[in-house]
């Protein structure tokens, strides 16, 4: 039977039409254009080319984030990076709101490989054999599967891409500063969208929604802080037990979020909308704030419990995680703090990921970047 006829007509159509798009489609064509015409010109002498290969369409899933991650992490760890012309990918730089901040950066582009002849490192989507004069070779995989052995690692989730235009990273707090709010969560609640089965059924988690009513049930109605103006709360430093900033009634600029949450001990560090791992609880661990999350091991390397985290499994726990951090003392909680931020500057500083692509012990690597969407057993230590 041919593979196409079990494929929907509409799926199809779907196809076919993004294959003509970046030909026909006028911002896919000039973006393209304008690309191309940058050559190899913007490289400085002696530095090192890193070579992105990406032709499966894939790679700007979620909106570009995996495109501006990967790009940005190597241009943070002192990399140039050098793009070959795959139409499919390179013209979406047109209309990606994710991936254009990288256009204000240096970059190349080559039509093929060919025109390489220094040597480089490859991260490419093919399967093609790499040429002679590379240094290292990462494939990129889009299975949903966990690394199984030295030469595969994890891809990451990183801080939401236009944080990066709004804030320098790394984010410099002080890590000894008492703080005046002890619990705050800040972002979008909104029903019918925070509370989908996918996160009950496929990865048996609460969701953010569960997880919120959970909280507040712990706190009186006067001890929950719900901020109406961010320009009056932000500047603030009344002590506060639990900060509710949701974002339908209180919006935080982007330019000032990890300001906020540097204001707090504790980040209620709830998941994204159909997977849990969401880029907050990358963008707290930044800012030195103590996430309470029940999937600490869905990042790469895995948080601990009590060390950098607090953890759960359900509702009695979450309680109990919460009634913990109410409880800590400002000994405790700069402990803890201080675990965070060696976690984030071993493992999340800008560049360290592609520091540990480059630097691993064998020049051939596996990166996974479906990974965090694997559902996995709990790691819960108490």
Same mark, same amino acid.
């Given at each position: 039977?041919?593979?196409?006829?079990?494929?929907?007509?509409?799926?199809?159509?779907?196809?076919?039409?993004?294959?003509?798009? =970046?030909?026909?489609?006028?911002?896919?064509?000039?973006?393209?254009?304008?690309?191309?015409?940058?050559?190899m010109?913007?490289?400085?002498?002696?530095?090192?080319?890193?070579?992105?290969?990406?032709?499966?369409?894939?790679? $700007?899933?979620?909106?570009?984030?995996?495109?501006?991650?990967?790009?940005?992490?190597?241009? $943070?760890?002192?990399?140039?990076?050098?793009?070959?012309?795959?139409?499919?990918?390179?013209?979406?730089?047109?209309?990606?709101?994710?991936?254009? =901040?990288? #256009?204000?950066?240096?970059?190349?582009?080559v039509?093929?490989?060919?025109?390489?002849?220094? =040597?480089?490192?490859?991260?490419?989507?093919?399967?093609?054999?790499? =040429?002679p004069?590379?240094?290292?070779?990462?494939?990129?995989?889009?299975?949903?599967?966990?690394?199984?052995?030295?030469?595969?690692?994890?891809?990451? /989730?990183?801080?939401?891409?236009?944080?990066?235009?709004?804030?320098?990273?790394?984010?410099?707090?002080?890590?000894?500063?008492?703080?005046?709010?002890?619990?705050?969560?800040?972002?979008?609640?909104?029903?019918?969208?925070?509370?989908?089965?996918? #996160?009950?059924d +496929?990865?048996?988690?609460?969701?953010?929604?569960?997880?919120?009513?959970?909280?507040?049930?712990?706190?009186?109605?006067?001890?929950?802080?719900?901020?109406?103006?961010?320009?009056?709360?932000?500047?603030?430093? $009344?002590?506060?037990?639990?900060? +509710?900033?949701?974002?339908?009634? %209180? !919006?935080?600029?982007?330019?000032?979020?990890?300001?906020? +949450?540097? !204001?707090?001990?504790?980040?209620?560090?709830?998941?994204? /909308?159909?997977?849990?791992? %969401?880029?907050?609880?990358?963008?707290?661990?930044?800012?030195?704030?103590?996430?309470?999350?029940?999937?600490?091991?869905?990042?790469?390397?895995?948080?601990?419990?009590?060390?950098? %985290?607090?953890?759960?499994n359900?509702?009695?726990?979450?309680?109990?995680?919460i009634?913990?951090?109410?409880?800590?003392?400002?000994?405790?909680?700069?402990?803890?703090? !201080?675990?965070?931020?060696?976690?984030?500057?071993?493992?999340?500083?800008?560049?360290?990921?592609?520091?540990?692509?480059?630097?691993?012990?064998?020049?051939?690597?596996?990166l996974?970047?479906?990974?965090?969407?694997?559902?996995?057993?709990s790691?819960?230590?108490?």
């Open positions: 039977m041919d593979r196409n006829s079990t494929v929907p007509i509409g799926k199809r159509l779907e196809h076919f039409v993004r294959h003509l798009r =970046p030909h026909l489609n006028p911002h896919y064509r000039k973006a393209y254009s304008s690309l191309l015409a940058r050559g010109g913007e490289q400085l002498n002696g530095e090192t080319i890193v070579c992105c290969d990406f032709s499966n369409p894939a790679i $700007d899933s979620v909106g570009g984030r995996y495109y501006f991650s990967i790009v940005r992490d190597l241009i $943070d760890a002192g990399y140039f990076p050098v793009f070959t012309a795959r139409r499919a990918t390179l013209s979406t730089f047109g209309t990606s709101a994710m991936k254009s =901040p990288l #256009l204000t950066e240096r970059l190349g582009v039509r093929s490989l060919d025109e390489l002849t220094q =040597p480089y490192f490859l991260i490419t989507d093919g399967d093609a054999p790499a =040429p004069n590379t240094l290292g070779v990462i494939r990129m995989s889009y299975e949903r599967r966990r690394s199984q052995g030295k030469n595969e690692l994890e891809f990451p /989730v990183f801080v939401h891409p236009w944080l990066t235009t709004k804030i320098k990273f790394p984010y410099i707090y002080d890590l000894n500063a008492i703080r005046p709010v002890r619990l705050f969560f800040g972002g979008n609640t909104e029903e019918g969208k925070y509370d989908k089965d996918i #996160l009950r +496929l990865y048996s988690m609460l969701t953010r929604r569960e997880m919120l009513t959970v909280t507040r049930a712990e706190f009186t109605e006067a001890e929950i802080h719900r901020p109406r103006d961010a320009s009056r709360w932000l500047p603030s430093r $009344d002590v506060q037990r639990f900060v +509710l900033c949701e974002t339908q009634h %209180c !919006k935080i600029p982007q330019e000032r979020w990890l300001d906020a +949450l540097a !204001k707090s001990d504790f980040f209620l560090a709830c998941p994204g /909308v159909g997977m849990p791992l %969401c880029h907050n609880l990358i963008e707290a661990l930044a800012a030195g704030c103590i996430p309470i999350l029940q999937y600490a091991n869905y990042l790469p390397n895995s948080l601990e419990d009590r060390v950098n %985290c607090l953890t759960f359900n509702n009695e726990e979450l309680k109990i995680a009634r913990l951090a109410q409880s800590m003392s400002s000994h405790e909680i700069r402990i803890l703090r !201080k675990n965070v931020k060696q976690y984030y500057d071993d493992f999340l500083a800008p560049g360290r990921f592609t520091q540990r692509m480059f630097n691993g012990e064998t020049n051939q690597i596996t996974l970047m479906n990974a965090y969407r694997v559902p996995r057993s790691s819960r230590t108490w």
